[in-house]
T-cell receptor
Framework: AQKITQTQPGMFVQEKEAVTLDCTYD???????LFWYKQPSSGEMIFLIY??????QNATEGRYSLNFQKARKSANLVISASQLGDSAMYFC??????????FGPGTSLSVIP | DAGVIQSPRHEVTEMGQEVTLRCKPI?????LFWYRQTMMRGLELLIY????????DSGMPEDRFSAKMPNASFSTLKIQPSEPRDSAVYFC????????????FGSGTRLTVV
């Protein structure tokens, strides 16, 4: 069965520090994609970063990078130089072979000034 | 581009009433997805369409839920009759290719059934 696990319900980070949000996944598909979304308190879902299963290099988008370890089935999100505006829920997601995207339970990140 | 447009933003209804949620996807996007978000269950995929055709409705919780996409620019999610446990935020998302890359979510509809 395809599944996303995020084991950190809540995380705290000091402003300007880096933080890693964990994500592990389970799939038997040879080809898949992994995503991270941000959901601030206002409720909208914001796409952050994408990693394809065959991509050789880890994805980066500005202060966001995805630490992809295929053998370990992990796709951790690294946020560098945290800002107060980074306080939000973060969801790891995976696209399946049937074009569906399933989401993990989310991690609540709080950035402390 | 106006993005994915959902209406209404908030809906409060009494148990037993019919509720209709609406979604306008991004023009040119062939895929449309309906999700439900609750504290207990997180984000659940309810149903998705490709070129207006329902492809997978296995996430629809009960027969009280139905979804239609009569054309490429409009979809509805209907709950009849509504129950308090249907209270949630319902998101619509659209995508060009079906996968999550380029997924765009609407702002969601917060449904409260009293």
């Amino acid at each position: 069965a395809q599944k996303i696990t995020q084991t950190q319900p809540g995380m705290f980070v000091q402003e300007k520090e880096a933080v890693t949000l964990d994500c592990t996944y389970d799939t038997s598909d040879p080809s898949y994609g992994l995503f991270w979304y941000k959901q601030p308190s206002s409720g909208e879902m914001i796409f952050l970063i994408y990693q394809g299963s065959y991509d050789q290099q880890n994805a980066t988008e500005g202060r966001y990078s995805l630490n992809f370890q295929k053998a370990r089935k992990s796709a951790n999100l690294v946020i560098s130089a945290s800002q107060l505006g980074d306080s939000a829920m973060y969801f790891c997601a995976m696209e399946t072979s049937y074009d569906k995207v399933i989401f993990g339970p989310g991690t609540s990140l709080s950035v402390i000034p | 581009d106006a993005g994915v447009i959902q209406s209404p933003r908030h809906e409060v209804t009494e148990m037993g009433q019919e509720v209709t949620l609406r979604c306008k996807p991004i023009s040119g996007h062939d895929y449309l997805f309906w999700y439900r978000q609750t504290m207990m269950r997180g984000l659940e995929l309810l149903i998705y369409f490709n070129n207006n055709v329902p492809i997978d409705d296995s996430g629809m919780p009960e027969d009280r839920f139905s979804a239609k996409m009569p054309n490429a620019s409009f979809s509805t999610l209907k709950i009849q009759p509504s129950e308090p446990r249907d209270s949630a935020v319902y998101f619509c998302a659209s995508s060009l290719t079906g996968g999550g890359y380029g997924y765009t979510f609407g702002s969601g509809t917060r449904l409260t059934v009293v």
